[in-house]
């Protein structure tokens, strides 16, 4: 199992669902060091899901050339088998990979928060997200339709909010997050157009809650 669903290599990390099937440690309550040997392990298998899936591209193309050039009919259905069989194998790899880059974005964004807890001096269990969120979490993770892309939005804004539960500050919508990562922007000059900064603005909250609504 790698951290929120199946995996190939032995060292991938713990089940996500083992944490709450189970009651083991939820990322939640994991130090920065566990976190960190996490994101590592990860990070080492998402390393080989890609080397694999380049060596499969590469095979690929050497048994095309060899087709293209090959006038035996026998030896061409063989080749095309074989080309079918790599691409079978390829896309295979590549919704593990999408898997395996979620899981990998959601504990390295946790350390991040842990680290600053912890500078702050917040050790204990941070009111990042609630079970029920890592549930939503662990479903978007092995939903094939859900690209790492479109995770990245899911996942920020329930940290957000989770951030916002501990600073008091729950009234705040993912939405209105928008507006003040909009502000953020202009104050660091990524933005200095005050009418292009509105309509940014503008734009994702409508976004916001076109999708909180769908």
Do not use: C
Not at 7 to 23: E, G, H, Q, V
Not at 36 to 60: G, H, P, V
Not at 166 to 178: F, I, K, P, R, Y
């Amino acid at each position: 199992m790698g951290l929120f669903g199946p995996t190939t290599p032995k060292t991938a990390a713990l089940s996500f669902f083992d944490w709450l099937t189970r009651r083991r440690k939820p990322l939640s309550r994991m130090t920065r060091a566990e976190l960190r040997r996490q994101e590592l392990l990860l990070d080492k298998d998402r390393t080989q899901l890609l080397n694999r899936i380049s060596k499969l591209a590469k095979e690929k193309q050497e048994l095309f050339e060899r087709g293209a050039g090959e006038k035996t009919p026998e030896v061409r259905r063989v080749l095309a088998q074989e080309f079918e069989m790599r691409t079978t194998e390829q896309l295979m790899l590549g919704r593990q990979l999408n898997i395996r880059s979620k899981e990998l974005m959601t504990v390295s964004r946790l350390r991040m928060l842990r680290e600053t807890a912890e500078r702050a001096g917040h050790r204990g269990r941070l009111g990042l997200v609630s079970e029920a969120d890592m549930l939503r979490l662990g479903k978007l993770i092995e939903s094939d339709a859900v690209r790492t892309e479109v995770y990245q939005e899911r996942l920020d804004e329930i940290l957000a909010l989770g951030r916002e539960v501990d600073e008091g500050s729950a009234g705040l919508t993912a939405a209105g997050q928008t507006v003040l990562d909009v502000w953020e922007k202009m104050d660091r000059g990524a933005i200095t157009d005050r009418e292009e900064g509105f309509e940014e603005a503008d734009r994702r909250v409508r976004e916001r809650q076109a999708a909180a609504e769908g």
